[in-house]
């Protein structure tokens, strides 16, 4: 079992700047991929960035130049820096890990961090 817990989010202005980060805790090995998701008011989840155990990071082109994703092994945390936040970006955060042992896959989802951006 893998338990993630999120926090950073809040309330912000547009141009402002929130940080995200997600501790992990658990069965945290074999991880492959780390990343969030978001999902706004009547929209499906879409992922915002991830970044693989070796370091490479993709993200949506919605959010690229202003997101940038790290991860902290050694505390088994992954970030998310979100610079010139515009209200669109206001949407629950998902923290997403995804562990491969063997032929399987597994997945782990935090409980969500709302982040609101006014305009």
């Known amino acids: 079992q893998v338990q993630l817990v999120e926090s950073g989010g809040g309330l912000v202005q547009a141009g402002g700047s929130l940080r995200l980060s997600c501790a992990a805790s658990g069965s945290i090995f074999s991880i492959n991929v780390m990343g969030w998701y978001r999902q706004a008011p009547g929209k499906q989840h879409k992922l915002v960035a991830a970044?693989?155990?070796?370091?490479?990071?993709n993200y949506a082109d919605s959010v690229k130049g202003r997101f940038t994703i790290s991860r902290d092994n050694a505390k088994n945390t992954v970030y998310l820096q979100m610079n010139s936040l515009k209200p669109e970006d206001t949407a629950v955060y998902y923290c997403?890990?995804?562990?491969?042992?063997?032929?399987?896959?597994?997945?782990?989802w935090g409980q969500g961090t709302q982040v609101t951006v006014t305009s």
């Open positions: 997403h890990l995804s562990r491969v042992v063997g032929p399987s896959e597994y997945d782990s």
């Open positions: 970044i693989r155990s070796g370091g490479n990071t």
